[in-house]
């Protein structure tokens, strides 16, 4: 009798199993093509994004995934342009390992010993590179998106940086690496997108890279989301923001500058790449090297960084010890969807392991954000209609008046809580920033409309009229 009973538990087991294991059966059925194709077209739909361009590399070459349109309507290409934003940091921060390199500054250096313009603080040139030097995030923010394309624009805007931060502590913030970029000017004496060049993209074959308003021409726009759609940007270039973002590159170019940082291909030796990607300090999230964010995942040492503009998106991941990198370019980009944009490249890395990753969401509180603050002025422009008819009693309506003051000054501080300031605000969430900016209004008429008295109001201790 045990023997009969063990015999129909087998059997059940067998049974069992492969149904229990059916769905992991079939993924690894499914080739790596598939899954990540199946992946890239969740990720485009999901993430509103108009063009993507995708490359793994590995010691085969690179196999390239390319989907959608530019902003001009042309099929995305190898060739077709991108703004790379922060990328661009790991690109200054190769720059500054080469000179050091070649023994014209020293990690070890003040910026004072180069620079006799930047005020507030005197940091190391490694602290620069490592986000340490106290520059905080709205220090950087506030002399970004200048549009300042003349001769000395790095300069500029680094006289008018401020310090607010405390200098050995790391925050990220791109006011460290534009001080850099006038660092490298000082020590070359030349314009920092010609030492770029000079340095980096010519060395690399990077034919198709290019940092001033020229290279610009040929960008097509970019997209930012307007309540979930995504609607073409195309803003003036900003020489000013070379070394930390306006920087344009193509998936080919891209490539070859990650096949070279991985050291695959000759032009940047291993003294130059090896102290970039190893930590220095720790970052909010993991760990920062020279100019590169360093994270370990299952013991395996990842080096990336993203780069965001208002309208581009960019993520270069690196697996030094694997010889593998992964790139990837979209043509849109929006603050409530950076999760899901910035999870993608370690994602398409698990699907050549693989593994079957699901697709990452965006931010739901910055998702919401624009609807609510639409609802808002919907009912701030009932408040402005009501305003006039309704509360004959003065002290209500004062006090109705008063509370529509307080929710004006709280929209008015409503971005201070996401660390920008209103015209930040309406360059990366733009839905967010117009809805605002209509709130304030419609509320602030309608606290007027409560708080001005009006000609027929009852006072509240006047006598009813005795009838005639």
């Known amino acids: 009798m045990p023997i009969r009973i063990m015999t129909a538990v087998l059997a059940l087991l067998a049974l069992l199993l492969p149904t229990a294991s059916y769905a992991e059966q079939r993924a690894r059925a499914e080739s790596t093509d598939a899954r990540m194709d199946r992946y890239l077209d969740a990720y485009v739909d999901a993430n509103h994004v108009p063009g993507l361009a995708v490359a793994?590399?590995?010691?085969?070459?690179?196999?390239?995934h390319l989907l959608g349109e530019d902003g001009d309507g042309r099929e995305v290409g190898t060739d077709t342009p991108f703004l790379i934003g922060s990328v661009a940091k790991t690109m200054t921060a190769t720059v500054v390992m080469k000179l050091q390199s070649a023994g014209k500054l020293s990690l070890d250096d003040h910026v004072s010993d180069h620079l006799d313009f930047l005020r507030g603080s005197d940091p190391t040139i490694e602290q620069l590179l490592t986000h340490t030097a106290g520059f905080s995030s709205?220090?950087?923010?506030?002399?970004?998106?200048?549009?300042?394309?003349?001769?000395?624009?790095?300069?500029r805007a680094v006289r008018d940086l401020e310090h607010t931060g405390t200098t050995g502590e790391y925050e990220y913030t791109s006011a460290d690496f534009l001080v850099l970029g006038a660092v490298v000017e000082a020590v070359t004496a030349k314009p920092y997108a010609e030492v770029l060049e000079n340095q980096l993209l010519t060395p690399l074959g990077m034919d198709a890279t290019g940092a001033t308003a020229a290279a610009a021409e040929a960008l097509p726009p970019g997209h930012r989301l307007w309540w979930g759609r995504p609607v073409e940007f195309?803003?003036?270039?900003?020489?000013?923001?070379?070394p930390y973002a306006s920087v344009i590159t193509t998936l080919s170019d891209l490539t070859r500058y990650a096949r070279a940082q991985l050291g695959v291909s000759k032009g940047l030796p291993a003294a130059i790449r090896d102290p970039m990607q190893r930590p220095h300090v720790e970052s909010s999230r993991d760990h920062y090297g020279l100019g590169w964010s360093i994270t370990e995942v299952d013991g395996t040492r990842i080096v990336h960084h993203t780069g965001a503009t208002p309208g581009y998106f960019t993520h270069v991941l690196l697996v030094p010890e694997e010889g593998v990198a992964v790139v990837l370019l979209a043509n849109t980009y929006a603050e409530s969807r950076a999760p899901s944009l910035a999870a993608a490249a370690r994602d398409i890395w698990r699907i050549t392991h693989g593994d079957d990753p699901e697709l990452t969401g965006g931010d739901p509180v910055l998702s919401t954000l624009p609807w609510i603050l639409s609802a808002l002025v919907l009912l701030g422009a009932v408040g402005m209609a009501l305003s006039r008819r309704t509360l004959r009693r003065r002290g209500l309506r004062v006090a109705v008046g008063l509370g529509?003051?307080?929710?004006v000054v709280a929209l008015w501080m409503l971005p201070g809580i996401f660390g920008q300031d209103l015209?930040?605000?309406?360059?990366?969430?733009p839905d967010a920033a117009w809805s605002l900016i209509a709130g304030m209004a419609t509320w602030s008429l309608a606290a007027v409309g409560f708080l001005v008295p009006r000609g027929e109001a009852v006072r509240e201790d006047e006598a009813a009229p005795e009838p005639a």
Do not use: K, Y
């Not at 195309?234 to 070379?242: C, K, R």
């Open 138 to 155: 709205a220090d950087g923010l506030s002399v970004a998106d200048r549009h300042d394309n003349d001769p000395g624009a790095v300069e």
């Open 56 to 64: 793994f590399i590995d010691a085969d070459g690179a196999q390239t």
């Open 404 to 407: 529509c003051l307080v929710l």
């Open 423 to 429: 015209r930040a605000l309406r360059i990366w969430m």
């Open 234 to 242: 195309d803003p003036d270039f900003d020489e000013s923001g070379t």
